[in-house]
């Protein structure tokens, strides 16, 4: 048979996979959200934008379409609470979930609790005691339910969905897809200066805050949903591994070039951010991605698509590519950095034990008197998740978020070397990302923004779960 026959047959699969009962009940529900979103939202955009996802949700968890309803969660996470500046709307939401899939559990869908619960409960308890000298009641119930308690909840309900590679591959791709989204959304906004779903309840803050410009130029770094170009670039440095650990696992012409685009599109999003922690979250995930995720014979492709993909943004975005080689090699960036960390664990020192206590807005005020000569500027986080959960929460809590990490981690890796051939390719993705996004927690604040930390807890509780793990593809003995 001609390789020709054999795409046409993979594509004629891929159509059928499209049409299947799974995803047309996803493309209807979609619609029928989008429908009551856009009617509510002649009135108002920010109620239509919640009834159109609550009915979306809704219809979802109905019909039992798990891995779309979380990632949806994740999607509130990101625009909802982050950019529209709701806080705690997610939080309830996975609470909800928790309580749902509990009484609605069964032989099928079973109800398991996360592992080292006791933990858990550690962290979750122990972050009560540093939060309660914060500075403004909400900025430290914020803080604490989506970084501390919103952790455990999030992870726990990644622990439900990862029943088998099947759950493992659906989560991934819907979380792609919500990657590939926000790229498009940046890509237009840097090339129109458009800035798509914007909202109208905080014009002058994020007129301030959207756009950061490169020193010495005008051009402007893209934030999107994060606000934040570092963020957004952190973000994309993540979520880029996805696509691709989808690419290799696939078995279709169609589904490869599919997760492909995806993974350029995100480079290219990425590329615009100008973020040197992005690029270096990604380059350290790259080299996760060839351990766990490429079996032998991609070892040698990935490189080539990887050189060829480089090529194709230096020779499209050659002025881009100079400005982001320029902004990397700044002098004043790494010194402000190591700075940054010096200043962290001088606050570390003081506050040993509660820290300074919890909040975003915490840091900026209370670490001032222990900035050291290198720190230009008052910061609101030291450029470093580890170092700010010391210097806010005190040295047990950050121990106690180590110990989690580690062990969560250990989890996924012993699933994955359990697994067979195909599903490790699938888990050595999200390891990757795990890498990345523990990279760039190293130089910015990745694990304690609360977006980025709930996509990175729900990653690692699907890939830890007892469930997973007692699968079909994955070894037991």
């Not at 050291?372 to 950050?398: F, R, T």
């Not at 990490?405 to 994955?416: F, V």
Request: with cysteine.
């Amino acid at each position: 048979m001609s390789k020709s026959s054999i795409w046409v047959k993979d594509i004629q699969g891929d159509m059928l996979k499209l049409a299947s009962p799974s995803f047309i009940k996803i493309g209807i529900i979609s619609i029928c959200g989008l429908v009551l979103g856009v009617m509510i939202g002649k009135y108002d955009p920010f109620y239509g934008a919640m009834a159109g996802g609550a009915a979306v949700l809704a219809l979802l968890i109905i019909l039992r379409q798990d891995e779309a309803a979380l990632v949806l969660v994740l999607t509130v996470h990101l625009y909802f609470d982050w950019y529209w500046g709701l806080s705690l709307g997610a939080q309830l939401l996975e609470l909800a979930l928790l309580f749902y899939y509990y009484y609605a559990h069964s032989e099928r869908l079973p109800w398991i609790l996360p592992p080292a619960l006791w933990l858990w409960l550690a962290f979750v308890l122990l972050a009560i005691l540093p939060s309660l000298h914060g500075i403004i009641l909400t900025d430290t119930l914020n803080y604490y339910f989506n970084i501390f308690f919103g952790s455990l909840t999030i992870y726990w309900l990644g622990v439900l969905i990862g029943r088998d590679t099947v759950n493992v591959r659906r989560a991934f791709q819907f979380l792609a897809l919500l990657g590939t989204l926000v790229a498009i959304h940046t890509i237009i906004e840097t090339l129109t200066g458009i800035f798509l779903f914007a909202t109208t309840r905080y014009d002058a803050y994020f007129a301030t805050v959207s756009y950061y410009e490169l020193a010495t130029t005008t051009i402007q770094r893209a934030g999107s949903f994060l606000i934040n170009p570092d963020s957004n670039g952190g973000f994309f440095g993540i979520m880029m591994f996805l696509p691709l650990c989808l690419f290799v696992e696939s078995s279709s012409f169609f589904g490869k070039l599919c997760y492909l685009v995806q993974a350029f599109l995100m480079l290219v999003a990425l590329l615009f951010t100008y973020s040197t922690g992005g690029w270096l979250a990604a380059g350290v995930g790259a080299v996760g991605f060839v351990i766990f995720a490429c079996p032998t014979r991609y070892r040698v492709m990935m490189p080539l698509i990887a050189a060829s993909i480089v090529i194709a943004i230096v020779v499209c975005f050659p002025t881009q590519v100079n400005l982001q080689i320029q902004h990397a090699l700044a002098p004043t960036e790494a010194a402000l950095r190591t700075s940054a960390w010096q200043t962290g664990i001088q606050v570390i020192r003081a506050f040993p034990l509660l820290g300074i206590g919890v909040g975003r807005y915490v840091y900026f005020e209370r670490a001032d008197p222990y900035r050291v000569l290198g720190q230009y500027i008052p910061l609101a986080h030291p450029h470093n998740s580890y170092i700010e959960i010391g210097a806010l929460a005190g040295i047990p809590i950050m121990l106690v978020f180590l110990a989690l990490l580690i062990y969560t981690c250990w989890l996924s890796i012993r699933t994955w070397m359990r697994a067979d051939r195909r599903t490790r390719m699938l888990l050595g993705g999200g390891l990757a990302t795990i890498v990345s996004l523990s990279a760039n927690s190293m130089v910015a604040n990745a694990w304690t923004l609360i977006p980025l930390a709930a996509i990175g807890w729900f990653i690692l509780g699907v890939m830890s779960s007892p469930l997973l793990a007692n699968s079909r593809g994955v070894k037991t003995t």
